[in-house]
């Protein structure tokens, strides 16, 4: 079943789907599951569970939720490695995507998606796809295992044409890759991009500038991303490109606050009732029903929230801040 977490107080795609998780073959050094000690690459969320989602099934996490939100399929691991040719376990994902028109963001660095078989799939989806691409040498030092920089741009031009809008995920990104970045965009903009979305990156041990502590890894002080954002920033605006950022203290920067880069798009409709708006101006009433509010237990191993509405915690937040309510 699609999954949720204490993301929902910023973000405005928290419900996330993931056919597979763990570190996937691509075996990227800043991999996230690496990070968390999740090594072990196996199947995870099926089509059936994707299908009780469009029909209206929710669980504890998700019963906040009563309309169509855009999930985000690919956190947890690639969706489409190079395996799934043989267990077909994304591709019927897909199809079910397709066959409900259900609305998705699909972030992926493989090359099966120009499969014959994927891509025409992706031609009768609502979808916006994210290519994950930083720069060339970056490839090269983090993700000798996943198809090639060259390859993953070459894709472009062909997805522009099939997907809903097309995202160029450069996150991770590091600033050493400035200078390459920059080169790129008006490439992108020429191969039908819609957006440029960029991120820092986040290590399990402090290298470079790379010192910031949060949680169990390491970032760039927001200090040291602010330039070099802006920079990008005025190049894609310069090129026609959109530009996006989920930095954190940085979302000002931002061309969108749903950085996913659905916004303006006719169906996606995101959760707003978050502390990036004014929250009362989007309560559902799911979200005023006794215990939904159990998505913000990640981090809390009691039952504080079984009782409590997802609104009657989020304005606590609004108005006390998360005062170790979650971690």
């Not at 019927?92 to 660095?109: M, R």
């Not at 927001?222 to 605006?237: A, D, F, G, M, T």
């Given at each position: 079943?699609p ?32 990070i ?14 994707l ?21 985000h ?29 259900y ?15 994927y ?17 060339k ?149 799911s ?10 237990r ?30």
């Amino acid at each position: 079943m699609p999954y949720s977490s204490a993301a929902v107080l910023h973000c405005n795609l928290p419900i996330r789907f993931d056919s597979y998780r763990g570190s996937c073959p691509f075996q990227c050094g800043y991999c996230s599951e690496k990070i968390h000690g999740r090594n072990n690459f196996r199947p995870f969320e099926s089509f059936k569970s994707l299908e009780q989602w469009t029909k209206g099934k929710r669980n504890a996490d998700t019963n906040w939720c009563d309309w169509k939100i855009p999930l985000h399929w690919g956190v947890l691991s690639d969706p489409l490695p190079f395996c799934d040719k043989i267990t077909r376990r994304s591709y019927k994902v897909l199809y079910t995507f397709a066959e409900t028109g259900y609305p998705f963001v699909l972030t992926t660095k493989s090359t099966l998606i120009m499969d014959d078989d994927y891509l025409g799939l992706i031609a009768n989806c609502n979808v916006v796809v994210q290519i994950s691409m930083t720069s060339k040498s970056f490839s090269l030092e983090y993700e000798s295992n996943a198809p090639s920089y060259r390859n993953r741009f070459a894709m472009l031009y062909h997805l522009a044409q099939y997907a809903k809008r097309l995202v160029v995920r450069s996150q991770p990104f590091v600033v050493e890759s400035l200078d390459e970045l920059i080169g790129m965009i008006p490439a992108y903009r020429s191969s039908g991009v819609y957006a440029l979305l960029v991120g820092g990156v986040s290590l399990r041990r402090p290298v470079g500038s790379v010192t910031e502590r949060v949680g169990d890894s390491y970032t760039y002080p927001s200090q040291s991303l602010e330039q070099p954002l802006k920079v990008i920033r005025e190049c894609c605006h310069a090129n026609d490109l959109v530009f996006l950022t989920n930095e954190c203290n940085l979302e000002s920067l931002s061309d969108s606050i749903t950085c996913c880069g659905t916004e303006g798009l006719e169906g996606f409709d995101v959760n707003k009732c978050n502390l990036s708006y004014e929250i009362e101006n989007y309560v559902t009433p799911s979200m005023m029903m006794a215990g939904s509010a159990q998505v913000f237990r990640s981090g809390c191993r009691d039952s504080r929230f079984k009782y409590r509405t997802f609104i009657d915690v989020l304005r606590q937040f609004n108005s006390q801040g998360n005062d170790g309510l979650v971690k």
